[in-house]
């Protein structure tokens, strides 16, 4: 089993920033991936970012790349996600996932684990 817990969501402006975390507990020794997803009403869950857990290497939706960056503190246990020059259509619930063997998928079922999700607002 692993836990996953949110953080950082909040209401900001266009143009502006936010930092989510996700803390992870449990048997995060056995996790492959870490994952950010994002869900607006009324449409599916997609894609934001993931990474690997062990090397780092990250992987980024088009509508995010260059504007957001995901971290891990391996140590810590806790991912990140950076997102700058935030606009209105990143308005959504965000999820952390963790998915704990193969390789890279953008597919929210190929996830086994997620956290509650916390909101980001952008107004204009």
């Known amino acids: 089993q692993v836990q996953l817990v949110e953080s950082g969501g909040g209401l900001v402006q266009t143009g502006g920033s936010l930092r989510l975390s996700c803390a992870a507990s449990?048997?995060?020794?056995?996790?492959?991936?870490m994952g950010w997803f994002r869900q607006a009403p009324g449409k599916e869950r997609e894609f934001v970012a993931a990474?690997?857990?062990?090397?780092?290497?990250?992987y980024y939706a088009d509508s995010v790349k260059g504007r957001f960056t995901i971290t891990r503190d391996y140590a810590k246990n806790t991912m990140y996600l950076q997102m700058n020059s935030l606009k209105p259509e990143d308005t959504a619930g965000y999820y952390c996932?963790?998915?704990?063997?193969?390789?890279?998928?953008?597919?929210?079922?190929?996830?086994?684990?997620w956290g509650q999700g916390t909101q980001v607002t952008v107004s204009s």
């Open positions: 996932a963790a998915r704990l063997s193969g390789g890279f998928v953008y597919l929210a079922s190929e996830y086994d684990y």
């Open positions: 990474i690997t857990w062990s090397t780092g290497s990250t």
């Open positions: 449990g048997r995060t020794f056995s996790t492959a991936f």
